[in-house]
């Protein structure tokens, strides 16, 4: 009683069809399976009646209020009105949603929209909880709150919680934790007992000035025969090398830059475990490779680069009294790396789809790829590719259908239609006959890429791309888009995964539609503070919360004020 346990693992694990075991909604096609003591296969009901599952896609009826979808779920779960009455209370307490319980569920950030749905599934006080992937598409700050609630759930009504997850840092939390792949265990124990499997094994670079450290990073993961993984932290690379490897054989890799130990990391282990089981199967994933008519940045190029193909000056927009984005102004330059990051509702969204044409400007001057958006939307579109935060193609179709009407619309037609459809189903790996409905959530992603590639836009817009997906199909996804940028093509991305921000070469912080912080990963951090500049997720959250902090100071000094002119 009152534990935490993580199921981890990418894709197509097995996560949430053993989740989904577990409740009695699917049977085992053999061996038995126990939950609090009943067979799931001979007492599924029994287990329904004392269990909560909130899965990926919780059902909030988004017209109903919050207090609406509460009395919803509590009348479907047969709670008392004696009981819901001190049960709403708490709920709405530890969620922090009292304040808006006459509010659709429509109208709730991602984040609330979250704990809305974890309240909803609480409503009956059960004896184990289980939780399929709770924090996917949501900000770090949502996301921690949503861990403080179920710490304090864990702790204070000994509640029995198993939660799937991509997150490492939540698994962490967790007092075991269990590694899944391609529907088998790979390993099991303490995040402690866990993390000691890659120790001797982990190491940090920091790249010479002037070298980009994701470019560092690409060079490391493609070097498979002596690395496990790498990823850009901190403005270095953390890296895991095979047992076999040695370091001046990574130094000479690295052009003789100094390689030093690092302590070594959950993620790490979890990795290194997926490495290795990938290997052993065969099923080892390549990242994409760019075509080759995609050359690199010549010297000319590079100056050119340093002209802005994207100018954002006062940028403003508004939905009637409500101003989404206020007074907004940046500028980004060719085979740049721009992050647009905020909590939900923050406005990064609505400053997205007006940099892709989607969304009139109320007032301020936007300009992609030369050209003024209030004037030339329709030809601009024609210069940029974009790929949705929801998986946005038609899932009725085969890969291949789907990319050949993606190229009509792009105005490819006749033999050039048919090549860049071949070029990108071989560049991205994808299997021209596969239903794209059925692909898992990885191949899914490459497909959107590959369909916002076709016409070889000079500028792609990524919106949260890798909501949802694990950090192996996360790695060769950033593979891809430094070959991109390596390339010359622009990049501007949403996501809510800040190790992701490390990657860009310059970040944007917005929170109720105002520009925040603009520069580096390593100026952001820095500008958060000292306290805050250990990593971008803790910068973000210092940078937000010391806004927000500043404005709710401001808002009492000026009610104070008014109150003593009234008086």
């Known amino acids: ?282 099923n080892a994933e390549s990242a994409p490779t760019v075509s080759s008519s995609t050359a690199a940045l010549s010297s000319s190029d590079q100056t050119a680069a340093s002209k802005p193909v994207i100018r954002v000056q006062n940028l403003v927009r508004k939905f009637g009294d409500f101003t989404a984005v206020d007074s907004t102004s940046f500028g980004v330059g060719r085979g740049e790396i721009f992050g647009l990051l905020g909590p939900n509702g923050a406005g990064k969204t609505t400053t997205f789809r007006m940099l892709c044409g989607l969304l009139p400007a109320s007032s301020g001057h936007l300009e992609v790829a030369g050209l003024n958006l209030r004037d030339a939307r329709t030809e601009a579109r024609g210069r940029i590719g974009y790929v949705a935060q929801k998986f946005s193609l038609y899932g009725n179709l085969s890969v291949k259908e789907n990319l050949e009407f993606f190229a009509g619309a792009y105005g490819l037609f006749g033999k050039k239609l048919k090549t860049r459809v071949a070029e990108v189903v071989e560049q991205f790996q994808l299997d021209p006959r596969a239903q794209s409905g059925e692909l898992p959530g990885g191949y899914k992603q490459r497909l959107a890429m590959a369909a916002g590639l076709l016409h070889e836009p000079e500028i792609l817009f990524l919106d949260e791309p890798t909501s949802g997906i694990d950090p192996l199909a996360r790695r060769m996804f950033w593979r891809t888009i430094t070959e991109l940028a390596q390339g010359g093509v622009t990049i501007i991305i949403t996501t809510h995964f800040m190790e992701e921000a490390e990657y860009c070469d310059r970040i944007a912080i917005q929170d109720a539609g105002k520009l925040l912080a603009l520069g580096t990963p390593k100026e952001v951090r820095e500008l958060a503070g000292e306290t805050y500049a250990r990593d971008m997720n803790s910068a973000f959250i210092g940078i937000v919360e010391q806004n927000r902090a500043a404005l709710k100071s401001e808002a009492e000094a000026k009610s104070k004020q008014n109150d003593g002119a009234a008086a």
């Open 1 to 282: 009683m009152g534990e935490l346990t993580a199921l981890v693992g990418p894709d197509g694990a097995g996560k949430t069809t053993f989740m989904r075991v577990l409740c009695g909604l699917l049977k085992p096609d053999s061996g038995s399976v126990t939950v609090l003591g009943c067979d799931v296969s001979k007492e599924p009901q029994e287990i329904q009646n004392r269990i909560s599952y909130m899965p990926q896609r919780f059902g909030l009826y988004e017209d109903l209020t919050v207090r609406e979808n509460l009395d919803l779920y509590a009348d479907l779960h047969g709670v008392s009105k004696d009981e819901r009455a001190a049960r709403f209370e708490r709920l709405l307490k530890i969620t922090d949603l009292a304040r808006f319980t006459s509010r659709p569920a429509g109208n709730l950030s991602g984040g609330m929209k979250q704990k809305l749905g974890l309240a909803c599934t609480l409503v009956r006080s059960p004896e184990l909880l289980l939780l399929d992937e709770p924090s996917v598409g949501v900000d770090p700050l949502s996301r921690r709150d949503l861990w403080q609630i179920l710490q304090q759930l864990v702790e204070e009504e000994k509640l029995t919680v198993l939660v799937s997850t991509a997150y490492m840092d939540e698994a962490e939390r967790c007092g075991k934790v269990f590694v899944l792949n391609q529907g088998k265990l790979l390993e099991q124990g303490s995040p402690a007992s866990l993390t000691k499997l890659a120790k001797g094994l982990t190491y940090t670079v920091n790249p010479k000035p002037g070298i980009k450290a994701r470019d560092i990073q690409a060079r490391l993961i493609d070097a498979k025969d002596i690395i496990i993984d790498a990823v850009p932290r901190g403005g270095a690379v953390s890296f895991i090398k095979q047992k076999h490897a040695e370091v001046p054989q990574i130094e000479k890799l690295l052009n003789g830059d100094h390689v030093e130990p690092r302590e070594e990391e959950l993620e790490d282990a979890f990795m290194m475990l997926l490495r290795e089981h990938e290997d052993a199967e065969g």
